[in-house]
């Protein structure tokens, strides 16, 4: 109570203890929502993988192609970028992510007549598709250099953990 007066959320709680039925709907409904929540994650989190695994073959084929020393993009790649490009366009579209629109719009907006072009423009996607799966990835510093001492604990700290002997 706030001086002498019910708040709505008190007001709220005491209607729900007189009368049960209402606490079952709110709890009913809050279920029903938790549900729709986790099952639209699944989706975007299912339609950002299978962005990766496309992004991942494009690029493989790109090298492919490179290491046989073409330097021009050839027909059948550039066909295979524009589909991987087209499905990057829609599914972070879809995550309705500014940013990552920007970025993808960016990328895309680049040249794409040499093979390591279409490989740069890949790997921008890969790398925006990566920070909308693991946000906390942006929060990463860009260059941690450890000193002195540190490098030695920090060496026989990780080999108590490996995982096999």
Request: glycine content about 4%; proline content about 4%; overall charge negative.
């Amino acid at each position: 109570m706030v001086n002498g007066t019910a708040t709505e959320d008190e007001v709220e709680i005491e209607a729900r203890a007189a009368d049960p039925g209402l606490l079952i709907e709110s709890a009913t409904r809050e279920v029903h929502e938790a549900r729709e929540r986790h099952r639209r994650e699944v989706v975007e989190r299912t339609r950002l993988r299978r962005l990766v695994e496309r992004v991942d073959s494009a690029i493989e084929l790109c090298e492919e192609t490179h290491l046989q020393g073409i330097k021009e993009v050839p027909p059948d790649v550039a066909a295979r970028a524009q589909k991987v490009f087209t499905f990057a366009r829609g599914a972070v579209r879809k995550t309705e992510n500014a940013e990552a629109m920007a970025g993808v719009e960016d990328a895309l907006a680049r040249r794409q007549l040499k093979i390591t072009e279409v490989m740069d423009i890949l790997w921008t996607i890969q790398e925006i598709v990566f920070d909308l799966m693991l946000p906390w990835r942006t929060e990463l510093p860009e260059d941690v250099e450890v000193e002195g001492d540190e490098v030695a604990f920090n060496t026989m700290f990780w080999r108590e953990f490996r995982l096999h002997p």
